[in-house]
C-alpha cells in the first residue's frame, strides 16, 4: 500500500517538474495541447509570413472555411515581418498560392489564422509541407478594437453631429421651392438620359480629341518651330501696317471701278450673250454631225461607220478604177507648180485628146481662154 503511494508521488513530482521547466523556457503556450488538430498522422507543416500578428500565440488555431485543420507551432520575427509556422490535417488541401489572414471568431472571440484559396487570381499547384505563403499573400481581418476605434472616430470627430444642421439648411432652402425642386430633379433626370443616348458620341468625341493630341504630340517639333517664328511673322506684318492699309484702300478702289464698269457695261453684255445664244444652238444642234466628221478623221479616206461592212476578218476586197493618162496627173499633181500642162502638151504631141475640158492648159481654144483660176471671166468664152 506504501509503494502505491510513493509511486504516485513520484509520476505526479515527475509531471509538476515538466510542467515547471516548460513554464520556465516559454510559458503553457510553449507546450503543445493534446487533441489539437494538426497532429495525427500524414500531418504537414509551412509557413506564413505575415505582417502583423495581432494576439495570436502558439497553439492558436488554424481554419479553413470555419473548420479548425491546424495550428500554429511557430512565430518568429523574419526581418520587419513575422514568420508563422503552421501544422495542417493530411486531408487539407490548398493551392500553392493560397491566403494567410489572421481573424477572429466572434466579436470577443479568439484569433486564428484563417487559410483559403485566392479570389483574384485562379488557383495554381498545391500547398505541401514545407511550403511557404509570402507576404504578398497575406493579410488581417479587422479586429473589433480596430472597428470600434473607427466608429469612435466617426461619432467624435468625423463631422456626424452637424447632420442635423445640415438637414436644417436644406430644409430651410427648400421650403416652398418644392414645385422648382420636383423641376430640377426632372430636368436632371432627362439630361442624365440624354446623355446616356450619346454615350457612343461622347466616347466617339473623346477618343478623336485623343487621336488629335496624338498627332499635335507627334508633330511637337513643327508646332514649337511655328510658335517660335509667328512672332516674326507678326513683327514683319506690324512693319507692314500702313503698306497693308494703302493695298486695303487700293483694292476698295478697283472693287468701285469695277462695279461701275459693269454697271455701265451690263447692257452690251446681256445683248452679246443672247447674241451668244443661238451660236452655241447651232453648235449643239451641229453636234452629231460635228462627232461623225472626227471621228471620220481618224479613218480617213473609208468612214468608220462603213469598215465593218467591207472588212470582215482579216482581209478586204477592193475594186479600183486607176486613171493613169499624163493629163489626169497634170491636173492632179502639177497644177499650180512651175510643170503645170507639161505632161498634158506631151500627151497632145503623142496625139491623144485629154478627157477633160476645159482645160488650163489648152489656151487659145474654144471653152478657155488660159488658166481659169487665173485669168480674168469674159462674158463669151462659154460656160
Known amino acids: 500500500m506504501m509503494s502505491r503511494k510513493l509511486i504516485r508521488f513520484a509520476v505526479l513530482t515527475a509531471a509538476v517538474s515538466v510542467v515547471l521547466s516548460g513554464c520556465g523556457a516559454g510559458g503553457l503556450n510553449s507546450v503543445p495541447l493534446p487533441g489539437v488538430q494538426g497532429e495525427g498522422s500524414g500531418a504537414y507543416t509551412v509557413k506564413a509570413q505575415m505582417p502583423d500578428v495581432d494576439n495570436i500565440e502558439q497553439n492558436s488555431r488554424v481554419r479553413v472555411d470555419d473548420v479548425t485543420v491546424g495550428n500554429v507551432t511557430g512565430i518568429e520575427r523574419e526581418g520587419w515581418h513575422a514568420l508563422v509556422t503552421m501544422k495542417l490535417n493530411a486531408n487539407v488541401v490548398l493551392p500553392a498560392n493560397a491566403t494567410a489572414k489572421v481573424g477572429q471568431t466572434s466579436l470577443l472571440g479568439s484569433q486564428h489564422i484563417e487559410l483559403s484559396a485566392p479570389k483574384d487570381v485562379p488557383p495554381e499547384g498545391r500547398l505541401r509541407d514545407g511550403s511557404v505563403i509570402p507576404l504578398s499573400s497575406a493579410g488581417a481581418y479587422p479586429t473589433t478594437e480596430q472597428t470600434l476605434a473607427a466608429i469612435s472616430l466617426l461619432l467624435n470627430g468625423g463631422g456626424l453631429g452637424n447632420v442635423q444642421d ?176 507639161d505632161l498634158t502638151w506631151l500627151e497632145l504631141q503623142w496625139g491623144r485628146t485629154i478627157g477633160q475640158l476645159p482645160s488650163p492648159c489648152t489656151s487659145g481654144n474654144s471653152y478657155t481662154q488660159g488658166n481659169p483660176l487665173t485669168m480674168p471671166y469674159h462674158w463669151d468664152q462659154g460656160p
Open 166 to 341: 445640415i438637414t436644417q439648411a436644406f430644409s430651410t432652402a427648400f421650403t416652398g421651392r418644392e414645385a422648382d425642386l420636383r423641376s430640377l430633379i426632372e430636368q436632371l433626370d432627362k439630361f442624365i438620359a440624354y446623355n446616356n443616348d450619346q454615350k457612343q458620341d461622347i466616347i466617339a468625341a473623346a477618343e478623336s480629341l485623343n487621336a488629335l493630341v496624338g498627332q499635335f504630340a507627334a508633330q511637337k517639333p513643327v508646332v514649337d518651330k511655328a510658335l517660335r517664328t509667328i512672332p516674326d511673322a507678326l513683327a514683319v506684318l506690324s512693319d507692314q501696317r500702313n503698306q497693308l492699309a494703302d493695298a486695303l484702300t487700293q483694292l476698295g478702289k478697283f472693287s468701285a471701278l469695277a462695279a461701275d464698269s459693269v454697271n455701265q457695261t451690263k447692257e452690251s453684255l446681256v445683248a452679246e450673250l443672247k447674241n451668244v445664244g443661238p451660236v452655241l444652238e447651232s453648235l449643239a444642234n451641229a453636234g452629231p454631225a460635228l462627232t461623225r466628221s472626227l471621228s471620220f478623221l481618224t479613218t480617213y479616206p473609208f468612214p468608220k461607220e462603213t469598215i465593218t461592212n467591207w472588212m470582215r476578218g482579216d482581209y478586204a476586197n477592193l475594186t479600183l478604177i486607176v486613171d493613169a493618162t499624163l493629163s489626169r496627173l497634170d491636173s492632179g499633181m502639177m497644177t499650180g507648180t512651175r510643170w503645170e500642162c
